[in-house]
């Protein structure tokens, strides 16, 4: 028996059990999701995260641009043939999350030679490239797509924690993942909710920085653009997750 001959006799009684039964479930389901959500989101937000001081607050629309000086840190970063920056993302995430979860040769004098070390998650998860784009172009045509990156590369990179330095990091089985030192650095970066952005947001977002630093007076540095993301794509709600767009800014004209 289908599902419309057990719908077309049934009595108006026990359609409405029926229904019931669904909407419970249904509304049971979005419960265990959203508390599930709600943990990962709330667990995110105690991870350790590159520390920097906010210099100015730009308005830009509904928006605002904020300039701010980071401190050093060090990330575990693999390069992706690939010029989606959001395609990238899945890629490499695996790699850098292998190097933390203990694909690594601890630099501990404690442990045993060769022995693996879990590392503490931080956040954000880093994307990096180079956006193909005609600023005069896209300020007159704002649909146009052109957020492939130019070097058809994308770095992807996790933040390993304050506690390490190059000298106790431990080092990567896999040779291709790096260990880099990101020296102090200002950037422009714009912050908004919803799931990773797509390439077309990513150079909408990058379009109104370089216009609000425009206008300004301060200078962008470099070509690279860079995306933040805070929470994992899966679980936190789509509205609780934090993603920011960024390019580096000349710290000596800020």
């Known amino acids: 028996m289908n599902i419309r001959t057990l719908f077309s006799a049934s ?12 909407l419970g479930l249904a509304v049971s389901l979005f419960t265990l999701r959203l508390g599930a959500g709600l943990f990962a989101f ?31 840190y060090l990330i575990a970063e693999t390069t992706v043939d690939e010029s989606s920056m959001r395609k990238a ?16 040769i601890s630099n501990n004098k404690m442990e045993k030679e060769d022995s693996e070390e879990k590392m503490q998650m931080t956040a954000p998860v880093r994307s990096v490239g180079e956006i193909s784009n ?12 052109v957020a492939a990156t130019t070097a058809k590369k994308t770095k992807i990179s996790f933040v390993i924690g304050s506690k390490y330095n190059l000298k106790t990091v431990p080092k990567p089985k896999d040779k291709s993942v790096k260990i880099v030192k990101v020296d102090e650095h200002t950037m422009a970066a714009v912050t908004f909710a919803g799931p990773p952005p797509s390439d077309d ?54």
């Not at 005609?134 to 797509?145: D, G, H, I």
């Open 11 to 22: 009595s108006p009684m026990q359609l409405h059990s029926v229904l019931q039964i669904f």
């Open 42 to 72: 709330r667990a995110a937000n105690k991870l350790e995260r590159p520390s920097y001081q906010v210099i100015k607050r730009l308005p830009a629309g509904k928006q605002f641009v904020e300039i701010r000086k980071y401190n050093p």
């Open 89 to 104: 993302g899945g890629k490499g995430f695996g790699k850098c999350a292998s190097y933390i979860f203990g694909q690594n």
């Open 134 to 145: 005609n600023e005069k172009m896209q300020m007159t045509a704002p649909v146009r797509s």
């Open 201 to 254: 947001r990513i150079t909408k977002e990058r379009d109104l920085i370089l216009q609000t630093l425009e206008k300004e007076g301060i200078r962008a540095k470099g070509k690279e653009t860079m995306v933040y993301g805070y929470h994992d794509p899966v679980i936190t709600p789509n509205f609780l997750r934090r993603n920011e767009v960024a390019v580096m800014v000349d710290g000596k004209v800020v």
